[in-house]
């Protein structure tokens, strides 16, 4: 069963950028899509990205043209390329396979501020 390990949170001020890493553990990382996830104090959890086994991705809108996933299946690992950052986008982020949930990991802390 994958378990996820994300990483690269920090504090950055508004137009900054970050990269994200979620490495997860199991064999049968490869073959699911992968997605972020976030979670801002007092709201639902909301996926943000997700790319497929063969890297095709999706956005939701309030993300697209600032954030990039990707992954490498080689090391189990997915990433978010996040930039034109906004304090809107200030939440934990977390991993997880859309379409087979797996249990939650502790998620990296993201915070945009000035």
């Known amino acids: 069963q994958a378990q996820f390990v994300e990483s690269g949170g920090g504090l950055v001020q508004p137009g900054g950028s970050l990269t994200l890493s979620c490495t997860a553990s199991?064999?049968?990382?490869?073959?699911?899509?992968m997605g972020w996830y976030r979670q801002a104090p007092g709201k639902q959890r909301e996926l943000v990205a997700s790319?497929?086994?063969?890297?095709?991705?999706n956005y939701a809108d309030s993300v697209k043209g600032r954030f990039t996933i990707s992954r490498d299946n080689a090391k189990n690992t997915a990433y978010l390329q996040m930039s034109s950052l906004r304090p809107e986008d200030t939440a934990v982020y977390f991993c997880?396979?859309?379409?087979?949930?797996?249990?939650w990991g502790q998620g990296t802390q993201v915070t945009v501020s000035s």
């Open positions: 199991g064999n049968s990382f490869r073959v699911f899509i």
């Open positions: 790319v497929t086994s063969s890297s095709g991705t």
């Open positions: 997880n396979l859309p379409k087979s949930p797996r249990p």
